[in-house]
């Protein structure tokens, strides 16, 4: 398996309140990680490699073959291809831990890129600044469940393990939960088509809720999918339509919560 990384880092002040942002691929475009990390007071540059190093822990835990990472930071990116030294102390020692933790990787790549390209990552780090705390948003190897070990991808796939798990379930398990998706920030004026307000709620069952529109419904169904996979909700999902900024909590609505329909 061949993974897309995108990592960003940032600091409110440089030094301040900082954050990383970190977005992961699969080589079929698939997303595997998305996630906000709070690093608390910590400058602009040290911020970057941190994002790189929370990039490269999941990278220990799924193993691929290659990877291919992407970052607007070009201090960073020089420094870890070797074209600039690393002057700095404290850069220093998570230059160490990032090359110590690439070295185990059988191929990888690192590019500089424009920061328009590296949007989402910066979305995630500023949005990891504003809470104050770490948010994972997707992890398709975070363990479902009753199921440890097993990534989203695998869960998802028929197999043997798959319905064992499901007959330890019992009958329960052969509808799958429905899911709610409660709409926890409008979106800005003008920016969504399908206009949906704070507060709103869709229900997924089988088919895809009307009032979503497809700019998100993308990264819903993903989410969506974990949650009845078993992975342990409420998950955030942002919007991805420039301007928009529309969030979505998805988690799994209790049997005896679902209201009748009219």
Known sequence: MKLLIHVDGGARGNPGPAGAGVTIQDDAGRRQFEAGFFLGHMTNNQAEYQALLKALEYVARCRPAEVSIRADSELLVRQINGDYRVRNAALAKLYEAAMAALRAVPKWSMQHIRREANARADELANLAM???????????????????????????????????????????????????????????????????????????????????????????????????????????????????????????????????PD
């Open 130 to 260: 504003d809470r104050g705390r770490d948010v994972i948003l997707f992890d398709a190897a975070a363990e479902p469940q009753g199921t440890a070990g097993t990534s989203l991808a695998h869960e998802l796939a028929p197999s043997d393990s798959a319905t064992s798990a499901a007959s330890r379930r019992g009958p329960a398990a052969t509808a799958p939960p429905t899911v709610r998706v409660r709409c926890t920030a409008a979106p800005a004026r003008r920016a969504c088509p399908a206009a949906c307000r704070a507060g709103q709620e869709f229900l997924f069952q089988a088919t895809t809720p009307a009032g979503i529109c497809l700019s998100v419904a993308r990264l819903l169904l993903d989410a969506v999918l974990a949650v009845r996979a078993g992975h342990s909700g409420p998950h955030e999902v942002i919007c991805l339509t420039p301007g928009c900024r529309a969030r979505f909590a998805v988690e799994v609505v209790p049997s005896a919560r679902l209201k009748s």
